[in-house]
């Protein structure tokens, strides 16, 4: 059901190791880091060299293989560059954890982080046919960018959320304004401004999450 969903995820893998000890170890501990949202599988463990009906199950069934003290042979090597599947050796069993806590992590998705870059307030607005109407406007704080996601304001409400369809200083399209300039910009498809709005310039910022 969670699957079907699409927030939970799982990461397949399988083991192989010198020893039975070191298998049973890393078991323990690569399925001790399944979460709420990834769970570990583990398809398939077992001990000696890494052989192709390894990469093939790993193949067919989108899985790493994680070998620890031990090695692919030739023609499993070989096999896994034509497969596309990933082998990744260890000495030190700290190693693989962390590795594989990193490939979790990497399967999480990002949080998504808002930060405000700077406020503008609109002192002129001017119609031109063809472009819709363009505001004169002057930077309060922070900055603002060509491609910086915005909010107008009017009496501390929302108005419109949107982005900028052009950014200038006198005539130069530029890619940024910082506070204490003036620029001129207009805003894609809205063409509702007045003098004393204010523009809220923002950027959203993906922020990669951890595991609990």
Known sequence: RRIALGDFQE????????????????????????????????????????????????????????????????????LSDKEEVEIRTYSIIYDAINDVKEAMEGMLSPELKEEVTGNIEIRETFKISKVGTIAGCMVLDGKVYRNS????????????????????RYKDDVKEVSKGYECGLNIKNFNDIKVGDIIEAYTIKEIKKKLK
């Open 11 to 78: 990461l397949n893998i399988i083991l192989k190791g010198d020893v039975d000890g070191s298998v049973e170890a890393l078991t323990d501990s690569l399925q001790k880091l399944s979460t709420d949202e990834i769970h570990v599988n583990i398809l398939h463990r077992g001990v000696g060299q890494i052989t192709e009906s390894d990469v093939l199950l790993a193949s067919a069934s989108d899985a790493v293989i994680i070998g620890f003290n031990v090695r692919p042979n030739g023609t499993a090597r070989d």
């Open 149 to 168: 996601n915005i909010r107008l304001i009017r009496d501390g409400v929302v108005i419109h959320e949107g982005e900028l369809a052009s950014l200038k």
